[in-house]
């Protein structure tokens, strides 16, 4: 008998039907390269415009190498793909768009912001467990110097960067997702969440903004399960960077978590903080999806990670927003994966 | 048994849990309450900031309204909700984030341009189909004055409009998806689309752009579903306006299909086309929703509508897309409205 999703509790979703990130690659520019996980990228590229005339077609083009490499390696024709769930930073989520333009698979644009990842993945995860597609893919990007010009200050005026400013990722994920019982990897219990928001209006503080959604989803999704920190090999979050991962083992500690022994943000894993630059750590759509693509995922295929919480933060303002006195909204969805 | 859902042919999804839009609400503007289907509307207002201080937060404010009246409406409390599924045209979709962060909701981002309604809807299907979600809401909106200042000119500018152009709907539709055996309008069929670009770089001819999609989306559902245009009351577009309309029915024809008797558009639909000077039609997320959720839904639920087809069109560019020289990627999305 088939059997359908399970809900547990108000937030967390169960998987059922052995639903399994079967492939996956990481792709990233040379400041990754250059970082903590440089090791583990698929393909990275040296030049921040990939040999495109601009860095927004330099972005598309990260996205579209990422897919096709999570393909390849998977053994998965594109055709093969029923539905394609993509996103990134950029004002009508262009990157993807413009790289899903030559793929022959139904388009479903997702935006949450640096939580991207984890959503496009909670819903490939949801097509397939629902019948809707076979075979699904997740993917997002950022790029440095779209996300900057874009949400900051034109590169060539050198603007100063504040201390707990975080560093946008030049960088790309991607996961094909489908039934497989064989696959390894398996997509076990997910939890997307609700917009967090305390009233913190400072843009070059986002860990601030977002580390009290990921106390939330975290809190909501331990008590749902009634699990704790200490029964996963590891809790990652992404990207909370330096202050805002401190930030969060306060609040989870109010919440009687101690969650410190157990974390890792992806923001601060990606760079080698000291002497890289990047003051906070690492922040975008492409963050925590390489970590995720690069890192974590190989990590588990080979083993040395069975029980795993990704956690992907964003933060869900614009320029506009900020300019009208807004405060940042917040946001953090979980994925579980699990090794067999 | 609990069956999954099924795929037919390449493209096209069939629900098979009595999947139904249980509840909606369409809440619109001056232009909008003024318009042909001005009757329809649950609610409009007569000033453009909605008493808020910018446009923005009055957009907002609209996908508030039309959510918790569609919720007022079915009797469904807020907090029964377990996926809301929002979209709109603003940078980093404000207007979605910011309605959303009262709610206790997990808040799914989507973007698809003007498509984004027929994309929500699928994606809250889809939940609610796989057991994800029992409750799943899907809303979108759009705003003439934050669009215009955002992708075209400011209006204080004055700007003259070309023949060819749409008139960004001011409006917001909402509709609440559950599993129904009584309530009377199902979803029955879906087919989520690739993305088309057949080159149009013109900003202020988007029908012409997106008319390539739609007629892609509705050839691949009458084949794969062996059915065509006079199997359906009516077949809505939204939005392709008039110029784009009449490109569908010539696409259409090559295809062998003779849409134009059985076709409507929601971008004509909802103004006076004549007297109130929209030139080529309504276009915006909050455009086709309005229509969907004012007068569609409506009519399926008296009964004078029993088979439609709901086709939303979007067009995938921006801004710095635009500037860079690229053409503009369209997409249809098709959602299949079946009364009992």
């Known amino acids: 008998m088939v059997i359908d999703m399970k809900r547990i509790g108000k937030n967390v979703i169960e998987c059922e039907k052995d639903v399994a990130a079967v492939s996956f690659a990481a792709v990233g520019g040379k400041k990754e390269a250059e970082g903590a996980l440089g090791t583990y990228f698929d393909t990275t590229f040296t030049d921040s415009y990939f040999g495109k005339e601009s860095w927004e077609k330099a972005e598309s083009l990260m996205q579209s190498e990422a897919l096709n490499l999570a393909l390849t390696k998977g ?6 793909v029923d539905m394609l769930f993509a996103g990134d930073l950029l004002n ?3 990157s993807s768009s413009f790289a899903a333009r030559s793929l022959n698979t139904a388009y479903l644009g997702q ?6 990842m984890a959503q496009t993945i909670i819903m490939a995860a949801i097509s397939v467990e629902s019948g809707a597609a076979d075979t699904a893919a997740a993917v997002t990007s ?3 110097c779209t996300a900057e010009r874009q949400f900051r200050l034109p590169l060539e005026y050198g603007g100063q960067r504040s201390p707990s400013a975080q560093w946008t990722a030049t960088a790309s994920g991607a996961v094909i997702i489908k039934r497989d019982k064989n696959s390894p990897v398996k997509i ?3 939890c997307p969440e609700k917009i967090i928001d305390l009233g913190v209006k400072d843009m070059a503080n986002m860990g601030a903004a977002m580390a009290p959604a990921a106390a939330e989803t975290l809190t909501d999704f331990f008590n749902d399960t009634k699990t704790s920190p200490k029964d996963y090999d590891r809790i990652f979050t992404g990207d909370l960077g330096s202050i805002g991962s401190s930030l969060l083992y306060e609040l989870m500690a109010k919440n009687n978590f101690d969650l ?6 992806c923001g601060v894993m990606l760079y080698d903080i000291k002497l890289q630059d990047v003051h906070a750590g690492g922040s975008g759509c492409g963050c925590s999806a390489s970590v995720l693509c690069g890192y974590i995922l190989n990590e588990m295929k080979k ?5 795993v919480l990704f956690c992907a933060t964003g933060a869900l303002m614009s320029t506009v927003s900020s300019q ?9 969805h979980l994925v579980e994966f699990e090794r067999n």
């Open 111 to 116: 935006y949450g912001a640096c939580s991207t």
């Open 142 to 144: 950022s790029h440095f």
């Open 260 to 265: 410190a022994p157990y974390h890792s943000d």
């Open 75 to 80: 053994n998965i024709k594109d055709r093969e």
């Open 92 to 94: 009508q989520c262009i």
């Open 324 to 332: 009208q006195g807004e405060s940042i909204p917040g946001i953090c």
């Open 303 to 307: 083993g040395s990670l069975k029980k």
């Open 188 to 190: 076990k219990r997910m």
